[in-house]
C-alpha cells in the first residue's frame, strides 16, 4: 500500500537559521505530493504541491522537490520566521482523491 | 475562500453515550467530505469518505455501525461516535473537497474536535 514516512521531530530553530524535513514515500503508480501545514488551534492547510517527477512546489518561502529516482519530497526553508512554527505534514495522492498522511513533523522556531 | 467548521472544538463525555460532530462548508458546495482520526503524535488516518446523498465509504477497519456518517446536503457531513468508549478518544478532522478545475479536488481541512470519553 501507499505510506508517506517523515522525520519525526520536534524540530527546534533559531530565527533565520534554514530548515529542512525529509520525506520519503511508497506508492504505485505516479502520486501527487503535498506539504500541508497546521497551525495552532487550526486545521490543516495546502502549503504547497508537485504532480509530477521534477515539478517544484513553492509558497511563503517554503520549496519542496518531487524526486521520483530517490521517492522524496523534502520540505525545505532558506530563513524561517518565528511564525512558522507549526507541524508540518507530508502527503501524497494515488488513486482517486484519497490523501495518504506522514506522521507530521512539529517545528518550533525560537527568536 | 475555502472554509470548512467543525462543532464542537471539544467535548467530554460519559461511556456508553454517542456524541456527534458536525463539519460544515462555509462557503462552497463540497462534492465530498472526508473524515480523519488523528492520535496524539501520530498522523491522520482516513476512516471514511462521504458524498452528498449516498452512503459513506468506510476504510478497512473501521466499524461502520460505530462511526456513523451523514452527508444530509452539500455544505454539512456529521460523525455520530455510537456508544462511546474511551478508547474511541482522539481528534477527529474533517475535510471537503472543492473541485478546482485541475485534474483533483483540493480537501480543505476543519479545525478538528477533540473528543475525550471518560
Known amino acids: 500500500g501507499n505510506s508517506v514516512t517523515q522525520m519525526e521531530g520536534p524540530v527546534t530553530l533559531s530565527e533565520e537559521a534554514f530548515l529542512t524535513i525529509n520525506c520519503t514515500y511508497t506508492a504505485t503508480g505516479y502520486p501527487s505530493l503535498f506539504w500541508y501545514v497546521q497551525y495552532p488551534g487550526e486545521g490543516l492547510q495546502l502549503l504547497l504541491k508537485a504532480t509530477k517527477a521534477d515539478d517544484k512546489g513553492s509558497n511563503k518561502g517554503f520549496e519542496a522537490t518531487y524526486r521520483k529516482e530517490t521517492t522524496s519530497f523534502h520540505l525545505e526553508k532558506g530563513s524561517v520566521q518565528v511564525s512558522d512554527s507549526a507541524v508540518y505534514f507530508c502527503a501524497l495522492r494515488a488513486a482517486g482523491n484519497k490523501l495518504t498522511f506522514g506522521g507530521g513533523t512539529r517545528v518550533l522556531v525560537k527568536p | 475562500g475555502a472554509v470548512v467548521s467543525q462543532h464542537p472544538s471539544r467535548v467530554i463525555c460519559k461511556s456508553g453515550t454517542s456524541v456527534k460532530i458536525e463539519c460544515r462548508s462555509l462557503?462552497?458546495?463540497?462534492?465530498?467530505m472526508f473524515w480523519y482520526r488523528q492520535f496524539p503524535k501520530q498522523s491522520l488516518m482516513l476512516m471514511a469518505t462521504s458524498n452528498e446523498g449516498s452512503k459513506a465509504t468506510y476504510e478497512q477497519g473501521v466499524e461502520k455501525d460505530k462511526f456513523l456518517i451523514n452527508h444530509a446536503s452539500l455544505t454539512l457531513s456529521t460523525l455520530t461516535v455510537t456508544s462511546a468508549h474511551p478508547e474511541d478518544s482522539s481528534f477527529y478532522i474533517c475535510?471537503?473537497?472543492?473541485?478546482?478545475?485541475?485534474?483533483?479536488?483540493?480537501?480543505?481541512f476543519g479545525p478538528g474536535t477533540r473528543l475525550t470519553v471518560l
Open positions: 462557503d462552497f458546495q463540497a462534492t465530498t
Open positions: 475535510s471537503a473537497s472543492k473541485p478546482d478545475g485541475e485534474t483533483y479536488n483540493e480537501q480543505f
